[in-house]
């Protein structure tokens, strides 16, 4: 039989945070991370045929950005999204172009 047990002292939390809200806070940090792989591959892959005069691609990874927190439902999650090194020219502008 299931009871429900109040834990008042919270002798097993952190600062108030229960092991269910940092199980919560992790996977949302795993899901944001995972969709901000795919969405730098999609966009590198979309630019793999452009290359420069010595053939390099002109649209490769470039580590990660820092971290920084991001508020969800879950509260806030600390995020590293990956960085991109976008070498092609706006004709119109002659300004870099940027992935953010």
């Known amino acids: 039989m299931l ?9 097993n ?4 945070r229960s092991l269910l809200d940092e199980i919560v806070r992790d996977g ?10 795919a969405e730098v591959a999609a ?6 045929d452009q290359v420069d ?3 390099r691609r002109l649209v490769v990874r470039n580590g990660y ?9 879950a509260g806030a999650v600390n995020v590293k999204a ?8 706006d004709p119109d ?4 172009q940027r992935f953010s």
């Open 3 to 11: 009871t429900v047990v109040h834990d008042n002292d919270r002798s």
């Open 13 to 16: 939390d952190d600062d108030g």
């Open 28 to 37: 949302a940090r795993q899901m944001l991370a995972a969709a901000l792989q």
């Open 43 to 48: 966009y590198i892959e979309q630019f793999a």
């Open 53 to 55: 005069e010595n053939g």
């Open 65 to 73: 950005h820092h971290e920084r927190d991001v508020l969800t439902a």
């Open 82 to 89: 990956p960085r991109v090194n976008d070498k092609r020219v």
């Open 93 to 96: 502008t002659g300004e870099r």
